[in-house]
């Protein structure tokens, strides 16, 4: 097996943060399992690796790629939900990691409300599970370790406590300048092993996180990192913490005063020298607790189940022998376009539902199409009048030949993704389902764009964004769409599938599509004011077309 770690914070070149950390402990255990994992900045570096799927260490960007793409979720609900950004990301992705359970309640009928499969593993990238080594707690110190990317977090705190003796602050020595030189222990690499060492050279680790985390019950890698390292832990209050490690832990209220947090802090350091052998059982129970139930190889096995069952319910396995979308793909070509003809042909022949029929309408200067089609038996080829097709025109020049319940028009320039039919498919089961048989006029999906020559820019600039330098980004992800009129829906043609019967015999009348396109969308926007769009919630195809980039961006919320 092999696992794709997604890290969008390389792209700015951010090497020192807790994803850096993750990613290497994360390769290190995967490959004593006999996975391979590797860690990537951009999507659109997968697909020499080809993994049988992604994790994304940040919700900061969406699924771009087409193999199944899981996301890690590590902060507060109130962190997603405030920003659309962040909502819309979560929700693109094909399903996710959490241990929090208020994370997981709260994303669950998110997915729910979108139509979405509820796809989530009890998992976090914690750590591989360790040997219980005693320590010498006689002269036990606490030791924090951050990076400040927010600011002074507990800055008051760390102040009054800096000059007490018992702790040791560690990280760049700019994001502790706040505190004095000997209070100050060093940088720690972030290679997998020198935090754990860290902690184990000091004794006690202190857990003390964002109050955001705090408030919600949302642990931190630290909790993993303090007793994996045979160390004892002192936590800020936090029900999750407490409910996993209950008295194993030392505990301090961090809504005091600054002074009353220092002085905590330094009455627990004092009680583990005075009690090294009391202090020694707690740090054993807690990394019995660690090793029993948050060790990283039990994390990954629990992601390897739902991937398995990520499989079954998003279309990345081909379904029973034989099943098939009556569907009917037609691949609009020009000579602008031909370059891309092979790779969306292959992107077609590789659904995991296959369509009934496919098209390609040949519109290049001597039928150049004709020979990537040669090699595809299952492919139809037919000339057509030169030059790039609208989504009118395409269904004009395949006319009444289209005998399938569904159709969609194509480029050559998009790809889909193994699952696009797929999701298409269960789209109109579940719209079926709800309105009494009926089907949906069209079903849309989301979409990525890429482009050969320029790096794309987020669409969405909320002022969190961070940098990127990547060809691909997320363009099309929107559930407004569903409600509004046809003839203003900012959709791009390619990622639209057309239920046949609703057009209402346009199809058998080409003469009226070729000199009055509006005729088509007339007829849809009749079919849609009554409900009948539907989103599959999922990213499922991209294009190289820059065409549509007007229409792009937009987010609605389910």
Not at 208 to 234: K, L, Q, Y
Request: with cysteine; hydrophobic share 45%.
């Amino acid at each position: 097996m092999r696992i794709a770690l997604l890290n969008c914070y390389l792209q700015g070149g951010h090497t020192e943060n807790a994803e850096i950390e993750s990613a290497a402990r994360f390769v290190a255990a995967a490959g004593r399992m006999g996975i391979e994992a590797k860690a990537f900045a951009r999507s659109e570096d997968l697909s020499a690796f080809a993994p049988d799927f992604v994790l994304s260490l940040s919700y900061n960007d969406a699924k771009l790629a087409d193999f199944p793409t899981y996301v890690l979720l590590t902060m507060p609900v109130r962190w997603i939900e405030n920003l659309p950004r962040f909502l819309r990301n979560v929700l693109s992705y094909d399903g996710y990691w959490t241990i929090a359970p208020s994370v997981s309640r709260y994303v669950g009928a998110l997915y729910e409300k979108a139509g979405k499969p509820d796809l989530g593993a009890f998992a976090a990238i914690s750590y591989a599970r360790t040997d219980f080594v005693p320590l010498d707690f006689t002269r036990a110190s606490a030791a924090y370790l951050g990076t400040n990317w927010d600011g002074l977090r507990h800055g008051e705190a760390f102040r009054a406590l800096a000059p007490l003796g018992v702790a040791k602050f560690y990280g760049k020595r700019d994001r502790w300048a706040h505190l004095p030189e000997q209070a100050w222990g060093g940088e720690v690499a972030f290679d997998g092993v020198s935090v754990i060492n860290t902690y184990r050279a000091a004794g006690i680790g202190l857990c003390f996180n964002h109050p955001d985390f705090d408030a919600e019950g949302v642990p931190t890698s630290r909790i993993f990192e303090v007793p994996a390292a045979s160390a004892v832990m002192i936590a800020g209050r936090n029900r999750l913490v407490e409910e996993m490690f209950g008295d194993a832990a030392l505990y301090v209220d961090l809504d005091g005063t600054a002074d009353s947090i220092a002085g905590a802090v330094r009455d627990h350091v004092e009680w583990v020298r005075a009690n090294p052998g009391r202090a020694q059982a707690m740090a054993e129970a807690s990394h019995r607790v660690f090793n029993e139930r948050f060790a990283l190889e039990t994390m990954l096995a629990n992601a390897v189940a739902l991937h398995e069952t990520a499989r079954t319910r998003l279309g990345y396995r081909p379904p029973a022998a034989g099943n098939a979308f009556d569907a009917t793909i037609l691949v609009s070509v020009h000579d602008g376009t031909l370059r891309y003809l092979d790779r969306c042909l292959d992107s077609i022949l590789r659904q995991s539902l296959a369509p009934r029929r496919v098209t390609v309408l040949d519109g290049t200067a001597g039928a150049k199409a004709g020979a990537p089609c040669m090699r595809m038996p299952a492919v139809e080829h037919r000339r057509v009048p030169r030059g790039a097709a609208s989504l009118a025109t395409a269904l004009a020049r395949a006319g009444r030949d289209i005998a399938t319940e569904w159709v969609s028009a194509v480029s050559a320039e998009d790809i889909l993704y193994p699952n696009h039919l797929f999701a298409a498919a269960e789209t109109v089961r579940r719209h079926r389902e709800k309105n009494c048989g009926g089907a949906p006029a069209l079903v849309y999906s989301g979409m990525a764009e890429i482009s050969e020559t320029e790096e794309l820019p987020e669409l969405i600039d909320d002022g969190f964004n961070v940098m990127r330098a990547e060809h691909m980004r997320l363009a099309q992800f929107d559930f407004g769409l569903a409600w509004k009129p046809f003839a203003r829906l900012p959709l791009h043609p390619s990622n639209c599938m057309l239920h046949v019967p609703s057009l209402g015999g346009l199809l058998r009348r080409r003469w009226l599509l070729r000199i009055c396109p509006a005729a088509l969308t007339a007829r849809l926007g009749s079919r849609a004011r009554d409900g009948s769009i539907a989103f599959t919630a999922a990213m499922t195809m991209a294009t190289s077309s820059a065409r549509w980039r007007q229409r792009f961006g937009k987010f609605t919320p389910p």
